[in-house]
């Protein structure tokens, strides 16, 4: 099947630090093939983020808001498909340069085949809309509810993203939403949902949308860190929702959080867009700093916006 890579080059479709990703028309239809950093690095040696995206994904089942993993295979990519590839770091990691040909000859590469979201990026898809002047209540609660269906179906399985943004929600050609890029995810032992990492992997991820009591935790004497995830997805949820609806984020200081006037923004919203008042209050409680136990459960947050949702078909 691989073969026909020569013939038909996939395209770069972005590239982070847990590799690339391209778009590629397959036998089967196009698929995003992402090439993962970690080939070569002794399992003993990666952190738990590199191990694990693909087992995650594996264990996980379907979901209709989860980017679905197809198949996963290992092999020799062709230089014609490395060519795009700017980062220097990861095309020395996939294809060192041979000391004596001064070529570069890439390596065995473990790939994953990901459902292919034409629409791209969440952060992408929401400028064109607002754009295009199609950009509506209902759009947007209809967004919401999908991400929150996404982190719902993790959080029953006490799996954290821990990499929620924008950037990390894709868009397929209906306009349902799902969430990708699992490199940093977690699946905790407990529903008390504590994760006890090293101090290098406690860190990482998008510091913007993790929760202040996530923030705090620190190291204790063995190096080891206790970080309570148990309340993250609510307020993650939150920061993405305000982020949706106002195009801008929470916080003007990401080190003291100070938490935003929801029903306020919402009036003074240049788009002049009518928020429903439960949708707001539910931003609001999402981002309480103090007391993570009073945000609403990820369970509650869904069957909110199921309601909110109705409510505001059967108004119009
Ligand atoms: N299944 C997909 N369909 C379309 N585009 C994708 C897909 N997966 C990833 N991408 C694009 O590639 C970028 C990087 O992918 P991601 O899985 O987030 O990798 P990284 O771990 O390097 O951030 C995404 O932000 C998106 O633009
Ligand atoms: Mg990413």
Not at 196 to 212: E, T, V, Y
Request: charged share 20%; proline share 6%; net charge negative.
């Amino acid at each position: 099947m691989f073969s026909e890579w020569e013939a038909n080059i996939p395209r770069l479709l972005g590239e982070g630090a847990f590799g690339a990703v391209f778009k590629w028309k397959s036998p089967v239809g196009y698929l995003a093939i992402k090439l993962l950093r970690n080939y070569g690095i002794p399992s003993s040696q990666l952190s738990v983020y590199f191990k694990d995206e693909w087992q995650l994904l594996e264990s996980l089942g379907f979901h209709e808001n989860i980017a679905q993993l197809l198949y996963r295979f290992t092999f020799k990519p062709p230089l014609s498909l490395l060519k795009s590839i700017t980062d220097v770091s990861l095309l020395d990691n996939v294809a060192p340069i041979n000391e004596h040909t001064q070529q570069r000859e890439p390596r065995s590469c473990s790939f994953l085949g990901l459902e292919y979201f034409s629409e791209g990026t969440l952060q992408s898809y929401l400028s064109k809309v607002r754009q295009s002047g199609q950009w509506s209540v209902s759009r947007l609660l209809e967004i919401c509810y999908d991400i929150a269906k996404g982190v719902k179906f993790l959080f029953d399985q006490r799996i954290v993203h821990r990499d929620m943004k924008l950037d990390n929600l894709l868009v397929t050609r209906s306009g349902v939403v799902a969430l990708c890029d699992f490199g940093l995810a977690l699946q905790l032992p407990d529903q008390q949902m504590i994760a006890r990492l090293s101090i290098s992997d406690a860190k990482g991820g998008n510091i913007n949308h993790l929760a202040p009591e996530v923030r705090r935790a620190k190291a204790n004497d063995n190096q080891e860190v206790e970080i309570p995830y148990k309340f993250q997805p609510s307020w993650e949820l939150g920061v993405l929702f305000f982020e949706i609806s106002f195009d801008s984020f929470p916080f003007d200081n990401i080190d003291k959080l100070i938490p935003p006037d929801v029903r306020n923004q919402a009036q003074q919203h240049p788009s002049g867009m009518t928020f429903p008042e439960e949708f707001l209050d539910l931003i609001q409680r999402c981002l309480c700093v103090d007391q993570p136990s009073s945000r609403p459960t990820v369970k509650e947050i869904c069957s909110l916006l199921e309601s909110i949702k109705t409510d505001l078909s059967l108004n119009h």
